[in-house]
């Protein structure tokens, strides 16, 4: 595991961009793995800027994200499917049929949790995943007690995760309870791995991750058996 100590989000974002970026230009194919949430939002920006002033055709780049709630819709505009269009795919060139988000509304969630891994699979697997952290611990959806083996399945959210999600929402009773996500499992199949972590209330949870022990209560511990992690983080006192 490399840790990147920085001083604020803005850099955090910034250095995360650049590492992006590069591996964009410098790769003939390349599958990423991406995040939604708060955490990565200035590193699309700063992202979708460097690959516009510098004309980067994004035809050879393919997208799966980590997750998407159960019950909405890609128009809804709390969809995570409606957040990466707004925040990163419409803004630059990259052809909307190499960008995948599991189905929320499918008729049948079992079959697109297969289907998804299926997917991720035929594209070679993800080339590079970007990874936020929540306050417990838990990576994409996989809240503490996910089986390490897992594959991509149907999340039931912990209180903690509604209210940490809550913000986004109009009332607390709009938040979905339940999401599809990629498990852990299908995470620690991508060849490397940035995890992005910003702010005070995620210094726990990183020190659970870094040094303590690997159990499915703290799920992030399961990267500390990841041979390729990138860890850039504006957290104070964080050592490896």
């Excluded at 209330?201 to 799920?219: C, F, N, R, S, Y």
Aim: charged share 25%; net charge negative.
């Amino acid at each position: 595991m490399e840790l990147s100590k920085v001083k604020n989000y803005d850099e955090m974002s910034m250095e995360a961009a650049k590492i992006v970026f590069e591996k964009i230009v410098n790769s003939n194919r390349l599958v990423l793995g991406l995040a939604t949430g708060s955490t990565p939002e200035k590193m699309y920006e700063y992202l979708a800027d460097m690959l516009n002033k510098n004309k980067v055709d994004l035809s050879h780049v393919y997208t799966v994200n980590l997750d998407e709630y159960v019950g909405l819709s890609p128009e809804d505009t709390q969809s995570y499917n409606y957040y990466m269009r707004e925040i990163f795919f419409d803004k630059v060139n990259i052809p909307l049929e190499n960008t995948k988000l599991p189905d929320g509304v499918a008729e049948d969630l079992d079959r697109e949790t297969e289907a998804y891994d299926e997917m991720i699979e035929n594209l070679g697997g993800v080339d590079l995943q970007i990874l936020g952290i929540g306050r417990n611990a838990h990576i994409a959806f996989n809240e503490p007690g996910t089986s390490f083996d897992s594959g991509t399945h149907v999340v039931d959210l912990t209180e903690s995760t509604i209210q940490d999600n809550a913000r986004f929402f109009e009332k607390i009773e709009d938040v979905p309870t339940k999401a599809v996500s990629m498990g852990l499992g299908t995470i620690m199949n991508a060849k490397s791995i940035l995890l992005l972590a910003s702010g005070e209330g995620k210094k726990q949870a990183l020190q659970d991750m870094i040094h303590g022990k690997v159990t499915e209560e703290v799920p992030a511990s399961i990267l500390q058996r990841h041979h390729d992690v990138k860890v850039i983080t504006d957290v104070e006192d964080i050592k490896l």
